[in-house]
């Protein structure tokens, strides 16, 4: 069992900058791909994000390619989420996932990934 723990998000402008990081503990991350996702009030929770257990193979969703950048390093156990460029529809609630099957391909959709950090709140404001 992982423990997944977020942090990073605050209050930035359109333009602006964050790094998120999530804190693995129970389990080496390692064993997971690890995602990103995120969730604005009255919406569903969508892809951001994912890289592969060996960090060479990373996806991202449409909107945000060229602008967010995932990374691991799981000798720290950590993952992170580079996030420029911001925009106010960036605006959500962030969450990390880790996905512990073995897949051919990162997988996208939320149920795929069992494990889920606490969110931290990312607020873009003009």
């Known amino acids: 069992q992982v423990q997944l723990v977020e942090s990073g998000g605050g209050l930035v402008q359109a333009g602006g900058s964050l790094r998120l990081s999530c804190a693995a503990s129970?389990?080496?991350?390692?064993?997971?791909?690890m995602g990103w996702f995120r969730q604005a009030p009255g919406k569903e929770r969508e892809f951001v994000a994912a890289?592969?257990?060996?960090?060479?193979?990373?996806n991202y969703l449409e909107s945000v390619k060229g602008r967010f950048s995932v990374s691991r390093d799981n000798a720290k156990n950590t993952v992170w989420l580079q996030m420029n460029a911001l925009k106010p529809e960036d605006t959500a609630v962030y969450f990390c996932?880790?996905?512990?099957?073995?897949?051919?391909?990162?997988?996208?959709?939320?149920?795929?990934?069992?494990?889920w950090g606490q969110g931290t709140q990312v607020t873009v404001s003009l």
């Open positions: 996932a880790a996905d512990f099957r073995l897949n051919v391909q990162i997988r996208v959709s939320p149920r795929d990934y069992a494990y």
């Open positions: 129970g389990r080496a991350i390692s064993s997971y791909t």
């Open positions: 890289i592969s257990r060996s960090g060479i193979s990373s």
